[in-house]
């Protein structure tokens, strides 16, 4: 298990979770809340998730891989039915193995925050050396400047009481999505990168296959609906 950091003293910590500190940020949450114990299991899951993917497409390579890896590689990050070319097979397992070393890190930490807003998560980058700065890191992404440019640092990966309370699905997803802006700087697109929750279609269309091989929200659900594809759990 990650540390987890709580916005509230009232959260209860998910069995095998360590609290490192309590973690104080915005609104503190509704007496009584608590962290459903899934959390752990949403975490684990993105984990296993990863791990799966990865495993399958290092074993198979590109001409090997199965259905199930290009039915939601195609959805996903809309690459041929006949699967990914070699070039994208690339980016995908690149950005999926520096998540998984990322993930795995004894370092890691997830901040818990209320879920003021709609964000489901985040995860910041910072600029410089400042103890504010150093006191979000955790063992992940370094960016090293060039020339005059600043160095930047991603910060802790963020998870909001919704995210976390959504189904595991979801919640893994989340897990997988953040993941990969800390530790592969995968972006967001607005509407067009995100998926609805229950039917996990894009919530507006025009995402391009280039936007799509950079996508967290992509990233998130070909981890999550391979693993679950593989090991015939349910997809929604
Ligand atoms: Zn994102």
Known sequence: MPKLYFSGGNLKVPEGGQVHVQYSYGAVFKSGETVREGLADAINEGRLALDA???????????GVNDNFKRWATRYMLVDNAGPSQEEFNTILAVLKLTNAGVN???????????????????TTYFGNSAASKSHRTPGMYNPGEGDMKSGVKGDIHMSVGGIKAKQLISAKLFVHEATHKFANTADFGEKGYTNDGTGAFRESGLTKEQALMNADSYGRLAVHFYRGENNMAQW
């Open 53 to 63: 993917i990865i495993t399958h497409m290092q074993n198979q390579g590109l001409s």
């Open 105 to 123: 890190n004894a370092g890691l930490s997830i901040k818990v925050y209320s879920s003021k807003g709609s964000s489901r998560g985040y995860v």
